[in-house]
């Protein structure tokens, strides 16, 4: 059984810093994982994923993240963050390619301050 | 382009009384489909997933069913709505097959069971 976990659930930065949201994953064999985004009382949006090949991948709206199997991380990074950037984050992983077997972590709540 | 819709938006229902909410998805034949719910401020829960029509999957029980009466519509319902229903429910589809779990969100219905 694959496990996420997101160590901050709350993260304040102001407008313009860089920001990083943490995710780590406990789970033995090759492994899908992917960001959302959730602003407030919406649906959520797809930002980005990785399963082989490059471990940085780039999303929307300039967030990247990068995938270390030795550290069973996949952390999310901005260079810059906008007022627009505020919402919760949310790291999934997965053990096979079909949807059915996502699993969320609790979210990061990201405030971005003018 | 795809279009996922669902409703109602928001409701306020008593306990014991039934709910019924929908799903529909435009532009994409045979999607996968999923619900999901959500405590407020919490992480997303998986309730059903659906791969085609007719065939639902259960991945959590909290006395909820789910449908899929069109390859486009997926039904989430209850006869008897408990306080622990309340939430915010979240209706997801991805591509079938080896879509590498990317899932696409409608904007969700929010539901308080009083």
């Known amino acids: 059984t694959q496990t996420v976990s997101q160590s901050d659930a709350h993260v304040t930065v102001f407008e313009g810093d860089s920001v990083e949201l943490r995710c780590n994953y406990s789970?033995?064999?090759?492994?899908?994982l992917s960001w959302y985004i959730q602003h407030h009382g919406r649906g959520l949006q797809f930002l980005l994923k990785y399963y082989s090949g490059n471990p940085v991948v780039q999303g929307v709206n300039g967030f990247e993240a990068e995938f270390s199997k030795s550290d069973s991380s996949f952390h999310l990074r901005k260079a810059s963050v906008h007022w627009s950037d505020s919402a919760v984050y949310f790291c999934?992983?997965?053990?096979?390619?079909?949807?059915?077997?996502?699993?969320f972590g609790i979210g990061t709540r990201v405030l971005v301050r003018p | 382009a795809q279009t996922i819709h669902q409703w109602p938006v928001a409701e306020i229902k008593a306990v014991g009384s039934p709910l019924s909410l929908g799903c529909t998805i435009k532009?994409?034949?045979?999607?996968?489909l999923y619900w999901y719910w959500q405590a407020t401020g919490g992480t997303l829960q998986q309730l059903f997933y659906s791969i085609t029509v007719g065939q639902v999957e259960s991945v959590v029980q909290l006395n909820l069913s789910a449908s899929r009466p069109k390859d486009d519509q997926f039904i989430l319902s209850t006869e008897k709505l408990l306080l622990s229903h309340s939430g915010f429910y979240l209706c997801?589809?991805?591509?079938?097959?080896?879509?590498?779990?990317?899932?696409?969100f409608g904007e969700g219905s929010r539901l308080i069971v009083v």
């Open positions: 532009g994409k034949s045979s999607p996968n």
């Open positions: 789970y033995g064999g090759s492994i899908y």
């Open positions: 997801a589809w991805s591509l079938r097959g080896n879509s590498g779990n990317t899932l696409y």
């Open positions: 999934a992983v997965s053990a096979n390619s079909a949807g059915n077997k996502l699993t």
